[in-house]
T-cell receptor, first 114, second 114 residues
């Protein structure tokens, strides 16, 4: 069964500190991996997308890495801000015949405190 | 331009009632997806439309769930004879295509069945 596991489940950090969120997957065949940010009461918003050949991609203070050999990805947040408080969801896309499937992780709940 | 909108944002239903949840996708987006997100979990795929055609409904949990998109734009997710386990946030997403195209999510409808 295709699975996407995220850790930690929740995290509390002080404003200004860095943090790293992990995503391990068993999805096959792999197509791409996205990290989404979901604010409370809102829909998820894409932060980064990575394909098989990419191993790092940045979007402002967010940097995602991908190791397709070990099937691991991380999302590093630099100089955290209060507005970074949200749930971060890892989504791995797999190809199914002529279609595809999105496999969602359960998310990491991040709280940034003053 | 306007993003994906959903209505109502909150719905409380008594067990056994029927509910209808509406999704207005981004204009011109051919693909539309419905997801169910339980508290503290990642979204779970329910069903997918390409224009007015429902191409995948493998995620619908029972025959009490029904979705339609008759004119290829607005979609309605209907749940008949609601049960307490149906309580969740129902997310709608749309995209321009079915390949690598990003899905844009609406804010969701929080359904509470009492």
């Amino acid at each position: 069964k295709n699975q996407v596991e995220q850790s930690p489940q929740s995290l509390i950090i002080l404003e200004g500190k860095n943090c790293t969120l992990q995503c391990n997957y068993t999805v096959s065949p792999f197509s791409n991996l996205r990290w989404y940010k979901q604010d409370t009461g809102r829909g998820p918003v894409s932060l980064t997308i990575m394909t098989f050949s990419e191993n790092t991609k940045s979007n402002g203070r967010y940097t995602a890495t991908l190791d397709a050999d070990t099937k691991q990805s991380s999302l590093h947040i630099t100089a955290s801000q209060l507005s970074d408080s949200a749930s971060y969801i890892c989504v791995v896309r797999s190809v199914l015949g002529s279609g595809y499937a999105l496999n969602f992780g359960k998310g990491t709940s991040l709280l940034v405190t003053p | 331009g306007a993003g994906v909108s959903q209505s109502p944002r909150y719905k409380v239903a008594k067990r056994g009632q029927d509910v209808a949840l509406r999704c207005d996708p981004i204009s011109g987006h051919v693909s539309l997806f419905w997801y169910q997100q339980a508290l503290g979990q990642g979204p779970e795929f329910l069903t997918y439309f390409q224009n007015e055609a429902q191409l995948d409904k493998s995620g619908l949990p029972s025959d009490r769930f029904f979705a339609e998109r008759p004119e290829g734009s607005v979609s309605t997710l209907k749940i008949q004879r609601t049960q307490q386990e149906d309580s969740a946030v129902y997310l709608c997403a749309s995209s321009t295509g079915t390949g690598e195209h990003e899905q844009y999510f609406g804010p969701g409808t929080r359904l509470t069945v009492t």
